[in-house]
């Protein structure tokens, strides 16, 4: 048993490395998805404010917020031009705007720390859909913070491992000794 153990040591050590390295670079892309993430966000958040901004000065024009605005022109809109979708899709631009200003906002202003949770919270699958991702191995302080994460989580997973195998290879040994 020593002479396997001999054997599979260094190739033990060499997965754990692997392991590490590969945890390492996976977490790392997390700041490059979240700044591309926020890229194509901007972009949508500005193509749904220009409907928004018109919507808006023609509410201010009437003495009414937004949602007032279009909540009349719903009532006001003969069901003919309703069947149309153009109030209804008038209407979508303008939550779809508030829903991305407000996650642009929060994830912009978000911690290295919370960012991940942000995202979490404000995640749009549609968002998701439109990135390109490029992976690259980001040389930035929050790069490197989550790569060293990244290597914590895989040695930590690592012990989990090897402590589960432990007990259930450890047992059978230790009842042979007590049956002897």
């Given at each position: 048993?020593?002479?396997?153990?001999?054997?599979?040591?260094?190739?033990g050590?060499?997965?754990?490395?692997?392991?590490?390295?590969?945890?390492?670079?996976?977490?790392?892309?997390?700041?490059?998805?979240?700044?591309q993430?926020?890229?194509?966000?901007?972009?949508?958040e500005?193509?749904?404010?220009?409907?928004?901004?018109?919507?808006?000065?023609?509410?201010?024009?009437?003495?009414?917020?937004?949602?007032?605005?279009?909540?009349?022109?719903?009532?006001?809109?003969?069901r003919?031009?309703?069947?149309?979708?153009?109030?209804?899709?008038?209407?979508?631009t303008?939550?779809?705007?508030?829903?991305?200003?407000?996650?642009?906002?929060?994830?912009?202003?978000?911690?290295?720390?919370?960012?991940?949770?942000?995202?979490a919270?404000?995640?749009?699958?549609?968002?998701?859909?439109a990135?390109?991702?490029e992976?690259?191995?980001?040389?930035?302080?929050?790069?490197?913070?989550?790569?060293?994460?990244?290597?914590?989580?895989?040695?930590?997973?690592?012990?989990?491992?090897r402590g589960?195998?432990?007990?259930?290879?450890?047992?059978?040994?230790?009842s042979?000794?007590?049956?002897?």
């Amino acid at each position: 048993m020593n002479k396997l153990v001999r054997i599979f040591n260094p190739v033990g050590a060499l997965v754990d490395r692997i392991v590490c390295v590969v945890f390492a670079v996976l977490l790392a892309q997390g700041p490059t998805y979240i700044a591309q993430y926020i890229d194509v966000l901007s972009g949508a958040e500005m193509e749904a404010r220009r409907t928004f901004e018109d919507v808006q000065e023609r509410a201010i024009q009437e003495g009414l917020t937004v949602e007032e605005y279009i909540a009349r022109t719903v009532e006001e809109t003969p069901r003919e031009v309703r069947a149309w979708d153009f109030v209804q899709d008038t209407k979508n631009t303008v939550e779809r705007y508030q829903k991305y200003h407000k996650a642009l906002v929060a994830l912009e202003n978000s911690s290295l720390w919370a960012r991940p949770f942000v995202l979490a919270a404000h995640f749009d699958r549609s968002i998701h859909k439109a990135i390109r991702f490029e992976p690259n191995v980001p040389i930035t302080y929050e790069g490197a913070v989550y790569a060293l994460i990244g290597v914590l989580l895989a040695l930590s997973l690592m012990a989990l491992v090897r402590g589960i195998i432990g007990l259930i290879f450890g047992r059978k040994k230790t009842s042979e000794k007590i049956n002897v």
